[in-house]
């Protein structure tokens, strides 16, 4: 039993330095979004204002609300882990609740991304000259 009680802290250990490089990513990647014109500020049809930058539906923002929100349901599952004491049915919870905080953040990280590609693609058009689509 002390064995798998070393192997789980270290299990969680390394969960929780990929949930930090997630959340960390994610935040980086909300920053980099708001700063990235979208197509609307390509083509001079609307400017971005400091009320956009402060609303919720702001990338920066909304990214670390996400960050908040993946650690938090990791952090739950740690501790739920960590309080499980002699019971399988606790320690499968908890694993199922940090295996979906990691998920989570990674499901987001990833969307983040294709939105930051396909936002520098779209830039690199618009300067290269060609149409963009409206849709």
């Known amino acids: 039993m002390e064995d798998f009680m070393i ?3 270290v299990a969680i250990v390394v969960a929780s330095i990929i949930m930090g490089a997630l959340a960390l990513g994610l935040i980086e990647l909300g920053k ?3 700063k990235t014109p979208d197509i609307q500020e390509l083509k001079k049809e609307r400017v971005r ?3 956009d930058k ?3 539906y702001s990338p920066k923002k909304s990214s670390r609300l996400l960050a908040i929100a993946f650690s938090l349901v990791f952090i739950v599952g740690v501790i739920i882990v960590l309080l499980a004491g002699g019971s399988k049915i606790l320690l499968i919870l ?5 295996f979906a ?5 990674t499901g987001a ?4 991304m294709v939105i930051y ?3 520098q693609k779209n830039m690199n058009k618009f300067n290269a000259g060609e149409a963009i689509g409206n849709g």
Do not use: H, N, P
């Open 7 to 9: 192997i789980l802290y």
């Open 32 to 34: 980099l979004i708001d």
């Open 49 to 51: 204002t400091d009320e």
């Open 54 to 56: 402060q609303s919720l």
């Open 94 to 98: 908890g694993g199922v609740t940090m």
């Open 101 to 105: 905080g990691l998920l989570f953040g």
């Open 109 to 112: 990280s990833m969307i983040g």
């Open 117 to 119: 590609r396909t936002m």
